[in-house]
Structures are given as C-alpha cells and as structure tokens.
C-alpha cells in the first residue's frame, strides 16, 4: 500500500485533494440530503410545500426551490405554466429531481399512487381556454436532465409551439422539450400521457435535442400519446443524436395513437446522429392509426451513424398507420459506411397498414446483420409496390425467420434491392404466405435461400417471380429451394435466370407453372398438375417418374 501511494505523482495528489475537498463540501452543506415538496392546487394550509396540508398551490413555488435529489409530489387537479399569458412560460424540471402526480393528496407511500385515478394534468392552455392560438408554446421543459430526473404520472396537453423560428422551443416539442445541446439529457418519463400538443416543426408532443453534438438518451415508460400533431416530423416524438451510454429501451411499453406528422414519422421520428454506440430499443409498443405525409407512417428512422449502430423493434403492433412510403415502419441511412450494425424486427405484427408504396421499408444499406424474425403481417395495402422492402448493398446478411404474410394487396411480398458487386445471401425459414394475390419474392442478384416454407396462392392468375435479375453480376445467384411447398395458380411460375434454381424435397403444385432457365432438380421433389414444366431444365436421377400425370393431386412418398 504504502509503495503505491509512493508512485502518485503531483497530479494525483491534486486530484485527490480535489475529491476530498469536494466530499467535506458535500457532507458539510447536506447536498445528499432529500426534500419531498407537496403540490396541492386545493391546499389551504401555510403554503410550505412540506406536507399536503401545507402544501403548494402552484407547481412552480416547488420546482423553483427543488434541487438534485428533491422530488415532488403534485395532487390531482390541473396546473398550467402560468397565470398570465406568457406563452414561453412552461414547467421547467431541474435535473436530479423526480416528478410524481396522480395523487388524491392524502398518501405517505408512492405506491399508493394511482395516476389513472387521480389525474394530474399539465395543462399548456393558458390565456382564453379552448383557444389554443394562445397556449403555451412548451408545457414541461428539461434541460441538460441527469440519469436521476424523472417525470412520472401526468397528463401533458395542449402544448402549441407555432411560435417564431428563431427559437427552437417555441417551434418544436409542445408538449415536452427535452434539452441536450452541446450537452447531456438522460431523464425518464414514466406513465405519461400526451394529448394534443402541436409543434410546426418537429416533434409534437416531445422533442429531443441533441445538437451540437449532444448526447441524449431519454426512456418513456408505459406512456401514451394520441391526436398530437407536427408541422415537420414526429407527430407523437423526434429524437435525434445518439448516447454513448445504453439504457435500455428507449421505447417501452408505450402506445400511439391517432398522431401525425406532415413529412417523416407519424408517431416518432428518430435521427440517430453520427456519434454514440446506444441500441434504439423500441420494445413492446402499439403504433395505431398514426399518418406521416412522407415516410414513415408509425415509426420512422433516420441514420448517418458509421459504426456501433443497433436497431431493434420487439413484440410491437402496428395498425392501420398510414404512409405514402413506409406506411408502418421506415428505416433509412442516409451516410452509409462498411462498419458493422445490426437491425432486428422481431414478434411483430403489422396488420391493416396502407401505403402508396411498401409497408415495411429498410434501406439500411450497409448495416451488416438485418434480420426479420417471427412477424406477421395481415391485411396491409400497398397501392403499387412491395410489402416489405429491404435493399441491402454489399455484405449485408439477409434473414427472415418464421415470417407469416396474408391476405392485403400489394406487388412484391418480399423485395430485396440490388447489390451490385455480390452479397451475402438472402435466407428465409419458415415463411408462409397464405391467400396473397402476388406473392412475389424479389431477390435481386443475391443468392437466395428458401427452407421449410409454404407458399400457397391457388388463385394466383399473375406471374410468381423469384430471382428475377442478375444483370450486374458476373455470377448469377442462385436459388436454393429446401422442404418447401409451392402452391400457385395457373399462370404462376418460378422465374430463374441464368443457373437458377436447385430444389430439394420441395413440391410444385398446379397447372402451368414453369421454371426459368436451366433448373436443378434434385430429392425427391414432385410436380403436379403441371401441364408445361421446366425449360432448360437439367432433372436430377428420377426425378421424371416423380412428375405426376396432368389432374391427379401431388403426395409426397
Ligand atoms: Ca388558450
């Protein structure tokens, strides 16, 4: 020990006072001690804010006063930012404080809190009520909010940012301005609901900001946002940058509703900035009836990181969102790098979702792994192009896993884009698509593998497309076909260019369906009812006494 303090140089030792000095300050000032200050709008007591007799009529008498480590509990009833009708006036929580409502103003214990019962209202309309030309331009603002801010149990409404844009705050985030510019924000915001807040920029009833490099990383929590709206994008939220800390979800729990915003993201729209090395969580969330004019129905992301970048969309529901592009979810990345990334969507269900074009949209071109994994989709319309599109360049790995697709009307099932010089395959297990009238899949000069899947449009009267080009590439890609059953209509065929296809223990069922150029055909594969079969074909070793007779039904020995 004595040999160790021996090897500390000067610096250390003027650190060390440094920390010594700051811990007696502490100590000696009680910074760690913790204050509770009650709000109550209906308390008739000495206005104190220590108890909920003599609590605080107005929310703003607490937060002037609370400190890091102080928390507030604020009684049902409704709060606005100000008496008077100063719209830049708005609820400003100091960093380390914790902000609890829906409390009937008699408990001692937060856990017998119940916010639906007792709700708590923060209210942005100010001047003449019901009119809200005059209403605050930001309900609740938290700057620079530490790891320790909280915002827990509140009603946030009718925030209007519609100020003038030489102030960010008064043209984005009406509800809630979460402030990390040039800085750090980490608050979470727990069993919230927004409700008709308006920004003509970004970012409706929340805005993240994180410019100049800032680094934030909010969390909502059981949240729910319905009917706000944005000029620009994130009708419900915009976030942009990144964090260099993981917390977790960033999304959890919270649901969607009826948001919209005029061009990116009807419900959320994060840009996920250059810096940073977070996952963009959203875990166990409904996006419901949420419009975007441009892309990104529910959720829209952007991206320009180069490295460390993760995106992952668990167990969420996205319904009857509305988009010309992307109508549920849109993901794009704008400045692509060869770094590695990882993209996951999985237990999801897209139901009843309506586009111009695509439903689910991923132009992540370069994030290394892309997977899609045990998702429905059912019902959605794509007046022109495919239900999902993902367009993956160079070595990016392809993989939908237990992927179930039915009715709706669209073009393409599955679109994969074009890499140019090669790529990693596309791999599909388990896919069922049931009752679609074009069921294409798509895979553009990739090889694509296909295993243990079901394919079954009997009244399909349109051309089933898989592998449809190669054209840049010195290699076609092949198709690869294992324990699948393709059931297809009349006019319905497999269209392989070049080397094609090589199919093992698979059945091709129903009249006229051809394959392209120079098929494999190999184990145990049956054709039936097939009236026109294969050209160019090269047939495995008994393959022909396999085809069954024109009209009798397939069986698999
Ligand atoms: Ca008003």
Redesign the pocket.
């Known amino acids: 020990m004595l040999s160790l303090f021996i090897s500390f140089n000067n610096k250390t030792l003027i650190l060390m006072k440094h920390f010594a000095l700051l811990a007696a300050l502490a100590w000696a000032t009680g910074v760690s001690a913790q204050t509770r200050y009650y709000v109550n709008h209906a308390a008739t007591g000495a206005n104190s804010g220590l108890s909920w007799t003599d609590a605080f009529n107005d929310l703003q008498q607490a937060l002037a006063i609370a400190q890091d480590g102080d928390e507030i509990w604020v009684a049902q009833g409704t709060y606005k930012p100000t008496l008077d009708d100063d719209r830049a006036a708005s609820f400003e929580v100091p960093s380390g404080v914790r902000l609890y409502g829906g409390f009937a103003g008699t408990e001692t214990q937060l856990e017998q809190r119940d916010w639906t019962a007792f709700p708590t209202a923060l209210d942005g309309?100010?001047?003449?009520?019901?009119?809200?030309?005059?209403?605050a331009y930001t309900v609740v603002f938290m700057p620079y909010s530490d790891e320790g801010t909280l915002l827990d149990g509140f009603i946030i409404r009718?925030g209007n940012a519609n100020g003038h844009w030489s102030v960010l705050r008064h043209i984005d985030g009406g509800g809630l301005y979460i402030l990390a510019d040039n800085g750090e924000a980490y608050p979470d915001i727990r069993n919230c609901r927004f409700e008709r807040n308006y920004a003509v920029r970004v970012g409706g009833a929340v805005e993240v900001n994180v410019a100049n490099s800032g680094t934030a990383f909010p969390r909502f929590e059981h949240c729910v946002f319905t009917d706000n709206h944005a000029g620009g994008s994130g009708g419900a939220i915009s976030r942009g940058g990144g964090s260099w800390i993981n917390r977790g979800a960033f999304l959890y729990h919270c649901r969607f509703e009826r948001n919209s915003a005029n061009n990116y993201g009807g419900a959320v729209s994060c840009s996920i900035g250059t810096t940073g090395s977070d996952t963009l969580l959203v875990q166990n969330c409904i996006f419901e009836d949420n419009y975007a004019g441009k892309q990104g129905g529910g959720l829209n992301i952007f991206t320009t990181r180069t490295k460390n970048l993760f995106i992952w969309v668990d167990s969420c529901l996205f319904r009857r969102n509305i988009s010309p592009q992307g109508a549920a979810l849109n993901m794009l990345h704008l400045s692509p790098s060869k770094e590695d990334g990882e993209m996951k969507i999985s237990n999801s269900s897209f139901i009843e979702n309506m586009a111009e074009e695509i439903i689910l949209r991923i132009l992540l071109d370069l994030v290394k792994y892309q997977t899609i994994q045990n998702c429905e989709f059912i019902q959605n319309y794509s007046q022109s192009t495919s239900l999902i599109l993902i367009s993956a360049l160079e070595n990016v790995m392809l993989l939908l896993e237990d992927v179930y697709i039915s009715k709706g009307d669209f073009d393409a099932a599955i679109f994969r884009g074009a890499p140019l010089n090669g790529s990693l395959p596309t791999v599909i297990n388990r896919l069922k698509i049931v009752d679609v009238q074009r069921p294409w899949i798509n895979n553009v000069h990739a090889d694509l593998f296909i295993n243990n899947s079901e394919i079954v449009a009997p009244l399909l009267d349109e051309v089933f497309c898989l592998q449809k080009f190669y054209l840049y590439q010195n290699t076609p890609p092949s198709l690869y076909l294992n324990n699948t059953t393709l059931w297809l209509g009349e006019q319905a065929r497999v269209v392989t260019p070049g080397r094609g296809l090589i199919a093992n223990n698979c059945i091709f069922s129903n009249a006229k369906m051809l394959l392209g150029s120079f098929p494999t055909v190999v184990n145990h594969s049956f054709f039936a009812n097939m009236d026109t079969l294969l050209t160019g074909a090269t047939l495995g070793p008994g393959i022909r006494s396999q085809v069954q007779p024109l009209g009798r039904a397939s069986s698999v020995a």
């Open positions: 309309d100010i001047g003449i009520p019901g009119d809200t030309s005059d209403n009718n």
